[in-house]
């Protein structure tokens, strides 16, 4: 499915109905083949956007999954990258596909095994993954591993207009994640439609941001000549 090299059908609903750890457990020897791995035509506007607010000495990329956003802190970052995720199978996969030049560590974006020694965070399509009460928690600890003065970045598209084709699709994606947590456990947490700005702005700053939006040009705009992806970028207080 999606491409030859990518998993058919029968291997998606087996990682459906599996929790989600072992779920990308189970999909991660095909994970770069699907369109679930974060494109190019993303990873470059956000590096040239963060080229303009850096250098950075140390980058985590937060959920890295195989490590799409590994090349995005090599080319803002003085040192070698860090990737964090809570699956085996995708570290598995990242090691193999970054070698040495990037340090894979596994263990729970809730409980960081790190103290304050990053100066940026990045994250790519990984906040669906936690529920809204988990984000005040999600958000402490990305404070927690960042120096004072870090930065936190995350490219944050514009929710679908309602009535369009995309806010349907979601809509009905979001549905059958939650018809489907009611009937079958363990639960695989997949929900975006919760992913809002004005939400994560003021939990950021609860957690201790200050926080800013960057336009990416290069992904294009709305209708109303507004972005249709921007940059968000929360920085540690002192």
Excluded at 45 to 60: K, Q
Excluded at 165 to 177: K, S, T, V
Excluded at 200 to 226: I, M, Q, T
Aim: proline share 9%; glycine share 12%.
């Amino acid at each position: 499915m999606f491409a030859p090299e990518g998993p058919t059908v029968r291997e998606l609903a087996v990682q459906a109905l599996s929790s989600v750890e072992h779920g990308y457990d189970l999909l991660a020897p095909r994970f770069d083949h699907t369109p679930f791995r974060t494109p190019r035509s993303v990873l470059a506007p956000v590096t040239r956007a963060l080229h303009g607010l850096g250098p950075f000495e140390r980058g985590l990329d937060l959920c890295c999954g195989t490590g799409a956003g590994l090349g995005v802190l090599r080319q803002v970052c003085r040192e070698r990258p860090v990737g964090v995720d809570i699956s085996a199978g995708m570290l598995t996969a990242g090691r193999a596909a970054h070698g040495s030049d990037a340090d894979l560590v596994r263990a729970d974006a809730l409980a960081l095994p790190f103290g304050p020694v990053f100066d940026l965070v990045v994250s790519f399509g990984a906040f669906g993954h936690f529920l809204p009460r988990q984000r005040p928690a999600l958000f402490a600890q990305v404070h927690s591993v960042l120096k004072p003065g870090g930065r936190f970045a995350f490219p944050m598209p514009a929710p679908a207009r309602p009535g369009s084709r995309g806010y349907f699709a979601m809509l009905a994606f979001d549905g059958a994640m939650r018809v489907r947590n009611a009937l079958w456990r363990p639960p695989f947490v997949m929900y975006y439609r919760g992913f809002r700005l004005g939400d994560v702005r003021g939990e950021l700053a609860w957690a201790g941001f200050d926080v800013a939006l960057h336009a990416l040009p290069e992904l294009g705009e709305r209708r109303d000549g507004s972005p249709r992806c921007r940059l968000l970028v929360a920085t540690r207080r002192r």
